[in-house]
T-cell receptor, first 112, second 113 residues
Framework: GENVEQHPSTLSVQEGDSAVIKCTYSDSASNYFPWYKQELGKRPQLIIDIRSNVGEKKDQRIAVTLNKTAKHFSLHITETQPEDSAVYFCAAKWMRNTPLVFGKGTRLSVIA | EADIYQTPRYLVIGTGKKITLECSQTMGHDKMYWYQQDPGMELHLIHYSYGVNSTEKGDLSSESTVSRIRTEHFPLTLESARPSHTSQYLC????????????FGPGTRLTVL
C-alpha cells in the first residue's frame, strides 16, 4: 500500500517569510495529492490539491508542486500571515477505491 | 446547506459504557470515513464505507464497529468505552467516481473517565 512521509513536523517562520512543507510517497501509482489545513479546535479543510498530470498549481499565496519522478510534492506558502498558523496535512491516493493516506502533519507557527 | 454533522460534539462517559457517535451528511456522497485524532496530531483511519451495506476497517486497531444502512448516515459504536478511547473522532465523506476530496465533520470530543 501507500506510505506518506511529511517533513518537517514543526516549522516556525517570521511573518512575511515563505514556508515550505514537503511530502514523499511510496507508490508510483498514486495520482491525487491534497493538502489540508487544520486550525486549532477546527476540522481539517482542503486548501489545495494536485493531480498527477499537473506539475504545479497555485491559488493566491499557496502553491503545490509535484515531482513524480522523485515521488514528492510540496506546499509553498508565500508572504505568511499569523492566520496561516495551523497544522497542515498532506495526503496521497494510490488506487481508485482506496482511502486517502495522510502524512503525520506539520505544525506551522507564523511569528508576528 | 450541504454539510457533515456529528453528534454529540462533546461527550464525557464512564468506563464500560456503550456509546454511539452519530455522523450524517447532506453532501450526497457515497463514501464515508471515521478518523481518530488527538488534538493537532496524526489522523488515524479506523473505518470507512463506500456505500450502503459496505464497511471496511482502517489502519488503526479499534474496538469500535460501524454500520451503513442509509447512504447519509454512518454511526460509530464503542461497545465498552475505556480511557484509552479518549480522543477526538472525525467523520468525513467524499464523492464516488472521480471525486477524491474528503470533507470533514466538526468532530466529537470523547472523554472516558
Amino acid at each position: 500500500g501507500e506510505n506518506v512521509e511529511q517533513h518537517p513536523s514543526t516549522l516556525s517562520v517570521q511573518e512575511g517569510d515563505s514556508a515550505v512543507i514537503k511530502c514523499t510517497y511510496s507508490d508510483s501509482a498514486s495520482n491525487y495529492f491534497p493538502w489540508y489545513k487544520q486550525e486549532l479546535g477546527k476540522r481539517p479543510q482542503l486548501i489545495i490539491d494536485i493531480r498527477s498530470n499537473v506539475g504545479e498549481k497555485k491559488d493566491q499565496r499557496i502553491a503545490v508542486t509535484l515531482n513524480k519522478t522523485a515521488k514528492h510534492f510540496s506546499l509553498h506558502i508565500t508572504e505568511t500571515q499569523p492566520e496561516d498558523s495551523a497544522v497542515y496535512f498532506c495526503a496521497a491516493k494510490w488506487m481508485r477505491n482506496t482511502p486517502l493516506v495522510f502524512g503525520k502533519g506539520t505544525r506551522l507557527s507564523v511569528i508576528a | 446547506e450541504a454539510d457533515i454533522y456529528q453528534t454529540p460534539r462533546y461527550l464525557v462517559i464512564g468506563t464500560g459504557k456503550k456509546i454511539t457517535l452519530e455522523c450524517s451528511q447532506t453532501m450526497g456522497h457515497d463514501k464515508m470515513y471515521w478518523y481518530q485524532q488527538d488534538p493537532g496530531m496524526e489522523l488515524h483511519l479506523i473505518h470507512y464505507s463506500y456505500g450502503v451495506n459496505s464497511t471496511e476497517k482502517g489502519d488503526l486497531s479499534s474496538e469500535s464497529t460501524v454500520s451503513r444502512i442509509r447512504t447519509e448516515h454512518f454511526p460509530l459504536t464503542l461497545e465498552s468505552a475505556r480511557p484509552s478511547h479518549t480522543s477526538q473522532y472525525l467523520c468525513a465523506s467524499s464523492e464516488s467516481g472521480g471525486g477524491d476530496t474528503q470533507y470533514f465533520g466538526p468532530g466529537t470530543r470523547l472523554t472516558v473517565l
